[in-house]
């Protein structure tokens, strides 16, 4: 590993862990201060916040190798999230932002079910918190996984590891970083670093796919329509029905993603949320867009000059290494760190905040002091990273079935629940837990049995889509039949 490599990433550290101490400073030493920033963000941050964090590794490994091994087919997923995105910020952001506030200061989404519904108050919050905390303990274990594979590629042999292997030593150390900033700053902490890593993000992505298509590098002339793949620049060789529901559906997600939806609570304004969708799904679009021309532009250069990618999950970390000068690739190893880091930050502070206020405050210690909820806060946040180490330690784990899993949960799960509780003013206490179960229980046994990678015969049928359904049906349905009598 090249000295101007490694002094891009100290130095990109450092800055990550110099905004934590800087939110520290400005944070509120009680948990709204710690757990939503005040509801003081602008919509910039809000904006670039929401997208870094929802974004992860994923976008970066597992969607520029989706395309890489499979072609344009797989950029179904970012056409169905870029809809699903734009509409989480029509319809979410701002009746989330509004009620969320009026219905008794919720800090966290378990807090604003129960105030919706007080008659199932304490059952919404305790099932919300599990699905919250067990879902993202699966989710930020992606993101560990990505940080591990980043280590492994780029830095095998390289670093001094302690006798661990450079995969586990990459996790520990995405993972310790992050703990840091996450633990010292909390929201503000994890929303300005995410402000700056989705900036990081997107320079790359633009970056990285015009030195590709330049022809910069590479010893044969670079033409997309010579990959020796059938339909490789189609979006519809070899798709099935199925496989388009699957793809588009993931866009379904986004409106039961906690780590997501938490930042339209606290942007400081309800009229600065439209500024903040644009500037978010501006950010978006470029960051897909570059990353759908990483993975096809990144196949097209492998062949070109005979290069061998084992894992297609890491074309872009391979291309940081051959392409650029070792500062620039120190930078984009820096911008594939904070797409993972942005999400995992995010993840383990929704769970802490479920964590403390849904189990701790609402069980254990009803009069616990501020300051003892904001230092429970940072205990759950490092209980939840050990426990997603433990899932990340296979190094055979793929970062995009793991974010699928967690996103089809969470969106099944919330995704309903949200909406309607947002938009229908018919809906019950009862209705909502039914939703919340019916939700996570399809998606997890669809998982377990295997449908979403073989359904009756044929191609499996994600997860997300009989979730979504069941859950949406058992709302409606619960809610007429419990629905108070009126005189």
Request: glycine share 12%; net charge neutral; hydrophobic share 55%.
């Amino acid at each position: 590993m090249n000295a101007y490599t490694l002094a891009a990433l100290v130095a990109y550290f450092a800055l990550m862990i110099a905004i934590g101490i800087y939110a520290w400073a400005k944070t509120r030493a009680d948990s709204s201060g710690y757990l939503l920033a005040g509801r003081g963000l602008g919509p910039a941050v809000t904006a670039l916040s929401a997208g870094a964090s929802d974004m992860s590794g994923w976008l970066l490994l597992g969607l520029p190798g989706a395309l890489f091994a499979s072609g344009l087919v797989e950029a179904w997923i970012a056409i169905g999230l870029t809809v699903g995105a734009a509409l989480n910020w029509i319809i979410v952001a701002p009746r989330l932002r509004e009620q969320t506030e009026r219905l008794g200061d919720a800090l966290t989404i378990p807090q604003f079910l129960a105030n919706r519904f007080p008659e199932a108050g304490t059952l919404l919050r305790v099932v919300a918190a599990v699905v919250i905390v067990g879902f993202f303990t699966v989710y930020t274990a992606s993101g560990m996984v990505a940080g591990g594979k980043l280590f492994a590629t780029a830095f095998a042999g390289v670093l001094p590891t302690g006798g661990l292997s450079d995969y586990m030593f990459g996790i520990l150390l995405t993972a310790g970083i992050v703990l840091v900033y996450t633990t010292i700053g909390g929201f503000l902490a994890v929303s300005l670093t995410d402000f700056v890593q989705g900036m990081i993000m997107m320079i790359a992505l633009v970056v990285m796919p015009l030195v590709i298509l330049s022809g910069f590098g590479s010893t044969a002339p670079l033409n997309l329509s010579v990959v020796p793949q059938e339909g490789f620049l189609s979006l519809t060789q070899g798709a099935t029905l199925v496989g388009v529901i699957s793809a588009v559906t993931w866009g379904l997600g986004y409106f039961g993603q906690p780590h997501i939806i938490v930042r339209f609570m606290a942007i400081d304004r309800v009229e600065n949320v439209p500024r903040a969708g644009m500037i978010g799904m501006g950010w978006m679009v470029i960051s897909l867009l570059g990353a759908v021309t990483v993975g096809l532009a990144g196949r097209a250069y492998a062949e070109a000059n005979g290069l061998v990618v084992k894992d297609p999950e890491t074309i872009f970390i391979i291309l940081s290494q051959v392409l650029f000068h070792p500062a620039v690739t120190g930078c984009l190893y820096a911008a594939l760190l904070a797409a993972i880091m942005s999400t995992i930050a995010s993840q383990l502070l929704v769970s802490s905040s479920s964590l403390t206020e849904d189990f701790y405050r609402l069980f254990l210690r009803r009069t616990a002091s501020e300051r003892e909820a904001v230092n429970i806060g940072r205990l759950s946040v490092a209980l939840v990273a050990a426990a997603a180490l433990v899932i990340a330690a296979d190094p055979e784990s793929e970062v995009l079935g793991l974010v699928a899993n967690a996103w089809a949960g969470f969106g099944a799960a919330f995704g309903p629940l949200i909406l309607l509780s947002l938009t229908w003013s018919r809906m019950t206490g009862a209705g909502a837990v039914a939703g919340l179960v019916t939700g996570a229980g399809v998606v997890a046994g669809w998982i377990a049995l295997g449908w979403n990678q073989a359904f009756m015969g044929g191609p499996g049928l994600y997860e997300i889509v009989p979730g979504f359904c069941a859950a949406l049906l058992a709302i409606v349905v619960v809610s007429l039949l419990t629905r108070p009598r009126t005189a």
